[in-house]
């Protein structure tokens, strides 16, 4: 097999080469709020094409190798001292997995329990390759069914708006 990022003979769907340079994330960390944070591993541009690759049948081959690159790493030293739910964002499986799901399985410690199927649109609204203007004019109007008065940490594949 090929490795999807550079094309070298793989036994991996992503080479260990990649892996250990060009897939090697970069934790950021943002405050929106007071006490609201957003954490990203990489820069979307660096990869669009793997990101893309949640619309094919290999998505979730990538989506693990770069869930066990960043969300377990993230998971394995960033210590929580209190329990705290990972929630996926729609983790609905149009194509045949979720991409937020699996990321979100990849956070599982001591103190960070996954649960899914708890935060859904309640609209099939695409927002892939719109703009901002467009994502604020079509909410995608989620809905929380899980646990009430607990901290949690909210998976998407993307940060857009």
Known sequence: MKCTSCDKISF???CKTCQDTIL?????????????????????KDLEDLIQSKYYFHGDRVFNTLAKLS???FADNF???YPI????????TRHDFSQTAILTRHLKN???????NTLKSTNTVKYAGKDLDFRQKNPR????T????CDVIIIDDVITT
């Open 12 to 14: 991996y769907i992503l």
């Open 24 to 44: 090697k994330p970069n934790f950021y960390k943002k405050e929106l709020e007071k006490d609201f944070f957003v954490y990203s591993f990489y820069d979307y």
């Open 71 to 73: 969300f377990k790493k």
């Open 79 to 81: 210590k929580f001292t």
């Open 85 to 92: 739910l990972a929630i996926p964002i729609d983790d609905h």
């Open 110 to 116: 001591p103190y960070i329990k996954p649960i899914y």
């Open 141 to 144: 109007k989620f809905k929380y």
């Open 146 to 149: 899980g646990p009430k008065n």
